[in-house]
């Protein structure tokens, strides 16, 4: 069983996202990332681009986002973004 950590994908109008995933990797406005259970908290912001979320049942969802804000803490993601599609 994979190790799954819980992940909010949020614009100003609505929740898009809400669950548990095994991984979630976004365009940082330095370059690309990802983000695993138990990752050290973290706050970085986004670049227009995609992001790949990895479910434990081993299927993708894919958003294309628009600049924005990740954080990670106490094993809990939030992907903060101006619009997600």
């Not at 670049?47 to 479910?55: K, Q």
């Not at 804000?69 to 903060?80: G, I, Q």
Request: hydrophobic share 45%; glycine share 8%.
């Amino acid at each position: 069983m994979a190790v799954e950590f819980h992940l909010d994908v949020v614009t100003p109008t609505k929740n898009v996202f809400s669950g548990n995933v095994v991984s979630v990797t976004a365009p940082g406005s330095e370059g690309q990332f990802q983000v695993l259970a138990g990752h050290a908290p973290f706050l970085s912001s986004l670049a227009t681009g995609e992001v790949r979320v990895d479910l434990a049942d081993k299927s993708q969802q894919t958003y294309k986002v628009s600049g924005g804000f990740f954080e990670v803490s106490a094993n809990r993601a939030m992907l903060l973004v101006e619009s997600a599609s």
